[in-house]
Structures are given as C-alpha cells and as structure tokens.
C-alpha cells in the first residue's frame, strides 16, 4: 500500500531540478530569398498561330499525246525548267504527213466536182429557158451543185484536221515550269487513247500554300486588315522561310464536322526551295491587342485546376501570391487579362524560396546573352 506513495516522491524529485533549467537559444531567423524580378508591361502585342498545310504548284500539267504514233525522240532535260511552247517529244510524223497529203488531195477532188457541177448547172439553166431540158433536170443540176460545195467544205476540214493532227506529233509545253522525268521512252507506240502520261510540268514560282483554320480565328484575322494578310513560313527543319507570303482567299463554306476553313496563300519561290507536297506550318496573325499586360511564360505556374499565379514583390519588399488570368501568348509571353497591373515586380528567379508574406532581397532581371559561336 505504501510502494505507489513513495513512486511517486521519487518521480517528482526527479523532474523538479529538470524544470528548474533554462530552455536554450532559439534558432537563427532565416535569412531574406534573393530573387529577380521584372515588372509587368503594358505594350502592344501581336497574337499569331501556326498551321499545317502542304505545299501545292500554281498550275500543273500532264504531257499526254493527242495523235498516234511511234515516240521517236525526248528534247528535253529531266528535272529542268522548261518554257512554255518548247518542244518536248517527236511522234514519228511520216503517216500523219501521208494523211495530210491525202486530205489535201481529197480537196483538190471535191473543188474538182464542185466545178463540173456548177457548169453542168449553168448550161442545164440556159437550156431551161428555151424549154431544150425539163424543169426536173434543171433542178438536179442545182441540188448537185450544193451536195459539191457541201463536199468541198468537208475535204478542207479533213484536210484541216490532218494538219492539226501533224502539229500534234511535236509535243510542246503548254506551260512554263519546271518538267519531272521522262515517263515513255522513244519507241514506245503512244496515242490519244493511252492513260499513261509523257511527263509532269509543275509551276513553281510562285508557289501556292494550302492550310486551315477555324472559322472563329478566321474572323479574327479579317478584323486586323491588311496585316492578318501577311504569312510566315516554317519548314520542315523548324527553320523560318526567308520570303514572306500572303493570303490569296478562303473558302466560301465552313466545315460542319470541324469547324474549319480551307484558306491558301502563296509565296514567292524564284529558288525553288520550296517543292509541291512538303510539309509546312504557316505562321499568321490572329489579332493585335493595344496596352496589353504581359509577363513571361516562367514566372506563372499553374494549380491543379489550370488557375495560374505569380509571386509579386509588394512596396516593402515582401513576396505575395496574385493569382491572375491570362488569354493568349506572344512570343515567350502571357497577355494577362486580370489580377496584375502594369509596372508591379512580377519574381523571376528564386520562387521556390520565396514564401508568401515573407521578405526578399529584390534585383532586377537580367537576361543572359547568347553564348558566342566559336570559329575554326
């Protein structure tokens, strides 16, 4: 019964001389988050959006033969630019020159008839009128007269036909451009009939772009003007064509499964770098917005739900969240539409050490420059 008592004496004898001891120094305050800032601007920016698209020829034509015949020659480099009226291939001309020459003979006839009838006519008239030859007869003479000049005009559109039909045995081009590969070679039986082409002439310069676009950013772009016109170009390789286009037309009618407008803008190719079927993205302006706030794209970070916020630097030096809204980028930049005003010190480097209501030590923002290319 006495054993708890005396427990508890000796527990409490032993905290009281640990109760009498002082409590040791507290730890040094952290010290102040060095940081960089810039302040949000008010400035005029230019929204863009890059699309896809192919690039196409400006006109393109397919060489087939348009008469029959053994191909006896190509007169022209592949791959070289051809101009418009050059001549191509040669179709062996020998029988379209007989047919020419028969047709013109078949002419020769037909004058020939022609001119026998009109006299048989005329004398068949004369004796009509002293009642020698029955009426009848005269009037065969004249429906004969007709039937020959009626077959003199078919004779010299025969003729006609078979001097085209000799032309067409020299093949030329019907436009100027740049030729692919021979595609029949010389003594092969070509003709109308055949589907398979002689070549492929494409018009290179300039050259046309073929992309699209919402209808919304469409309407967009039509508000600017004269600069929702202009077109930049990006190649393949990320690099940016050297020449600027512009928008030639949109199509009339909307995509109703995408919402999507067809447009096409052409470029100036007097290089011919550029090659129809690449692939390419056309950079082009959406809309300009006039005092306009911007920071840069690495001074707001996101939350879970897509709300995005920047850490300002308050008149006492003190780091505060802002949460803020932003539309559109431009450039390495967001246009923020609210929660920051134009001037406040926007924190650039050293967010993770700055905590909300806590002091930093601020320092402008100072870009670094590009490292220098060395030479050999």
């Known amino acids: 019964m006495h054993s708890v008592p005396l427990l508890l004496l ?6 009281l001389p640990a109760c009498g001891k002082k409590a040791g120094p507290a730890p040094p305050p952290m010290p ?18 890059e699309l896809p698209g192919r690039i196409g020829a ?21 791959g070289a630019d051809v101009k418009a009226g050059e001549v191509l291939f040669q179709i062996d001309p020998l029988p379209l020159e007989a047919a020419r020459d028969s047709a013109a003979a078949e002419v020769a006839r037909a004058e020939a008839n022609a001119k026998q009838a009109q006299n048989q006519g ?11 030859v029955s009426k009848q007869d005269a009037d065969n ?26 032309g067409y045995a020299t093949v030329t081009a019907p436009i100027s451009g740049r030729i692919g590969k021979a595609e029949i070679t010389e003594g092969a039986l070509v003709g109308p009939g055949d589907a ?21 950013d469409l309407l967009a772009m039509k508000k600017v003007g004269e600069g929702g ?77 897509g709300g995005g916020s920047v850490m300002i630097i308050d008149d006492a030096n003190l780091a505060q969240m ?40 601020p320092a402008p923002f100072v870009a670094e420059a590009p490292a220098a290319v060395e030479k050999n």
């Open 322 to 361: 802002r949460p803020i809204r932003t539309s559109e980028i431009a450039g390495d930049r967001w246009v923020v539409t609210s929660g920051l005003k134009p001037g406040e010190k926007v924190i650039i480097e050293g967010l993770l050490k700055a905590r909300p209501g806590a002091p930093v030590v």
């Open 196 to 216: 398979t082409r002689l070549a492929l002439i494409q018009q290179l310069d300039p050259i046309y772009f073929d992309f699209t676009q919402s209808s919304a």
């Open 10 to 15: 000796s527990i409490l004898s032993l905290l």
């Open 58 to 78: 400006v006109r393109t034509a397919e060489i087939r033969a348009r008469v029959s015949g053994i191909l006896l020659k190509k007169a022209f480099e592949e």
């Open 122 to 132: 005329n004398r068949l008239r004369e004796l009509v009128a002293v009642n020698a």
């Open 141 to 166: 003479a004249e429906s004969a007269v007709l039937i020959a000049a009626a077959e003199v005009l078919a004779a010299k559109a025969a003729a006609a036909t078979a001097g085209l039909s000799l």
């Open 229 to 305: 016109n202009k077109v930049t170009l990006l190649l393949e390789d990320g690099s940016e064509y050297g020449m600027p286009g512009r928008v030639l037309f949109s199509e009339a009618f909307v995509d109703e499964t995408t919402g999507m407008v067809s447009l096409r803008a052409e470029f100036p190719n007097p290089k011919r770098d550029l090659l129809p079927g690449m692939f390419a993205r056309a950079r082009v302006v959406k809309s300009i917005l006039e005092n306009a706030v911007t920071v840069p794209q690495r001074a707001v970070t996101r939350g879970p739900g």
């Open 32 to 49: 102040p988050a060095e940081v960089t800032f810039v302040p949000a601007t008010a400035e005029t920016v230019t929204i863009t959006r």
